[in-house]
């Protein structure tokens, strides 16, 4: 029998319990992966590949059920496939892992947007911006409390935290089908659905308006570079702190401790430093024009893998891993608004969509030709071409002039 809720609880749980869940499943994945799978540097790069790749052509048949049949069902078909495909990442083969990218990488395309556009939907636009402000209070909350839980787990078993992650999803999609409500859906008229044809209008119009705008053509660019140079990084980091090796931390030195720490100490970080720079520094991350700042910050960046790449010890590594994170916790927003300030209502949600597929389509091609650096050479030239692919867009930003307000 089902007994419907209020839809701004069911979205906060849908959240918090999804970031949870994530963070379970993650905070371990790279280090099993590498440990007990034992996949090479050009293979965990793969892994990411693939997974950018099932979600680049995933958007928009997804999306076409998310507008035409239900959100509702979208996002509860989306959690299921998830959880399965982060439970076959559990399986210590490389073909299970890319089968398991595969399912994890449609699945979320079956919730990315749906999610918002449901709560949107039930609630109203009058209403929702408070909302999305307490669910990401939420999401990090769920974060930490899924980086402790897959720490404590990990003791047990390093691959047991990514099946407790990904039996998480199918639970929770089983509890919202009886939970959720769909009281606002209306499904979107035949002209207006997403499809292969509107994509590739996506692409033309984004093309179009990167001509005209010098600001938007910038951070195409930026952004298809950040894709270039990132997928080797998020991958073979892992690989490069075990290289150099795990000091006892409280009297232990097993990676399953030391990574959850880890990758909690960097939430938490991160977190500081959003709240302090947003505190201290207003003014000047909502100027109109922050080339200068963004490139800034970007060198900042390079310096700081190209560090990470080349240091043999541990807590420089870990040092120059947080200020990356610090930093792009920053350069996000400033970015974001940048690009919003400069793009016509009419077309922005068309070019955003173009910058995050340009961003797709760098981590598709870069990630194989610097993880193969990685099996042919080193893990450390990687990481360093990582840092020299990225050098340029901090060029790119210093020498962006700024454009009239969009018409």
């Given amino acids: 029998m089902r007994t419907r809720r209020p839809p701004v609880p069911v979205y906060l749980w849908l959240t918090g319990v999804s970031a949870a869940c994530y963070a379970l499943a993650f905070t371990l994945n790279l280090v099993y992966q590498v440990e007990v799978i034992g996949l090479s540097p050009l293979q965990l790069v793969l892994v990411g590949t ?38 076959l990442c559990a399986v210590p083969s490389f073909a299970a892992v890319l089968a398991g990218q595969v399912l994890w990488g449609v699945g979320y395309t079956f919730t990315s947007g749906a999610q918002q556009a449901w709560i949107t939907d039930e609630i109203g636009t009058e209403h929702v911006a408070s909302v999305f402000v307490r669910a990401t209070q939420l999401r990090m909350a769920g974060t930490i409390a899924g980086i402790v839980l897959a720490g404590a787990l990990g003791l047990l078993w390093i691959g047991l935290p990514i099946v407790v992650g990904g039996a998480g999803f199918v639970v929770l999609a089983a509890v919202l089908a009886f939970v959720m409500p769909e009281h606002g859906f209306t499904p979107v008229r035949s002209a207006d659905r997403t499809t292969w044809a509107t994509m590739a209008a996506q692409f033309r119009a984004g093309l179009a308006l990167a001509r005209r705008r010098r600001v938007v053509r910038a951070l195409m660019l930026v952004s298809l570079i950040g894709g270039l140079a990132s997928e080797a990084f998020d991958r073979l980091w892992v690989v490069h702190v075990l290289d150099i090796g795990l000091p006892p931390l409280l009297g232990v030195s097993d990676e399953v401790v030391w990574f959850a720490a880890i990758g909690l100490a960097g939430t938490l970080l991160s977190l500081v430093v959003s709240l302090v720079v947003n505190l201290v520094f207003p003014r000047t991350l909502a100027a109109l024009h922050p080339a200068r700042l963004l490139a800034a910050l970007t060198l900042v960046e390079v310096v700081a893998v190209a560090a990470f790449a080349l240091t043999g010890r541990f807590w420089l590594a870990l040092a120059m891993l947080w200020l990356r994170s610090a930093v792009q ?32 389509i760098g981590q598709v091609g870069g990630g194989p030709a610097l993880g193969a650096v990685g099996s042919a050479v080193s893990v450390r030239a990687a990481l360093l071409g990582s840092a020299l692919t990225l050098l340029p867009a901090a060029g790119v930003l210093a020498t962006t002039r700024t454009d009239p307000p969009p018409q």
């Avoid at 940048?338 to 068309?350: C, E, G, L, P, Y």
């Fill in 50 to 87: 693939v997974l950018e790749a099932s979600v680049f052509v995933g958007e928009v048949p997804t999306g076409i059920v998310a507008d035409v049949y239900s959100r509702r069902l979208s996002i509860l078909i989306g959690l299921v496939l998830v959880g399965a495909g982060l439970a």
């Fill in 329 to 360: 916790v920053v350069v996000e927003p400033v970015s974001e608004a940048w690009m919003n300030r400069n793009v016509s209502s009419d077309v922005r949600a068309t070019v955003l969509s173009f910058e995050g597929q340009l961003n797709a």
